[in-house]
């Protein structure tokens, strides 16, 4: 063997072992749990665990739950539904889906959700990764792996302002309702 096709095998050998090294699993139920803008988020996938690719979230939202319409600029996002019936609204698009669809939502491109029938779960990729830590900031430590309690009253001027300087760290952008409410 030449000395470049040993080195080529030996840069392939390192290279399995650091994705061997990377390697991680959760369990039904695993991953850091947090109640998040009314839904249970539960982080299955970092930017640490993924060399920053994507991040992976598991949401549980409840029926009748609607998403703020904001905006990513860094990073696209993808939803694969579990359980629920819902309602995405992707720049002028309105989608229906149910468990099995996936959805795709490029940067930069407005979008929101309602849960139509529910709960919902569903999973979010978010790629490249990093907005997972806006849903640590935004959000708490879940105190059960349940919906939240829902606030009597919707979030006051100063709440939304305060998630709006959050989204913003992270390159996200509230602008407003869902589509129709």
């Known amino acids: 063997m030449s000395a470049k096709e040993d080195q080529a095998r030996r840069g392939v050998m390192l290279d399995a072992k650091d994705a061997a090294s990377r390697t991680f699993a959760h369990e039904p139920g695993e991953g850091e749990a947090w109640w998040w803008v009314g839904v249970l988020a ?3 996938a970092t930017a640490e665990q993924t ?8 949401i549980l939202a409840p029926d009748g739950y609607g ?4 905006v990513h600029h ?9 359980e629920g019936e819902m309602t995405f ?5 309105t989608i229906k889906a149910h468990p099995g669809s996936f959805l ?5 491109v407005p ?8 709960p919902a779960r569903l999973l979010f990729v978010f ?3 990093g907005l997972e830590a806006g849903i640590r900031e935004m959000g708490e430590p879940a105190r059960s792996l349940t919906v939240p309690p829902q606030p009597e009253e919707p979030p006051d001027e100063a709440e939304m302002e305060r998630l709006a300087a959050i989204g913003a760290r992270y390159g996200a952008e509230i602008l407003g309702p869902p589509p129709g409410q």
Not at 51 to 58: F, K, M, P, S
Not at 74 to 82: N, V
Not at 113 to 118: H, I, L
């Open 42 to 44: 539960t982080i299955k």
């Open 104 to 108: 795709f939502g490029p940067k930069d």
């Open 127 to 129: 790629s490249p990764a």
């Open 111 to 118: 979008h929101a959700f309602t849960v139509d029938s529910g």
């Open 67 to 70: 998403s703020v319409l904001h």
């Open 89 to 93: 609204y992707v720049g002028e698009q």
């Open 51 to 58: 060399d920053g690719r994507y991040a992976l979230v598991e």
């Open 74 to 82: 860094q990073e696209d996002e993808g939803f694969y539904i579990l």
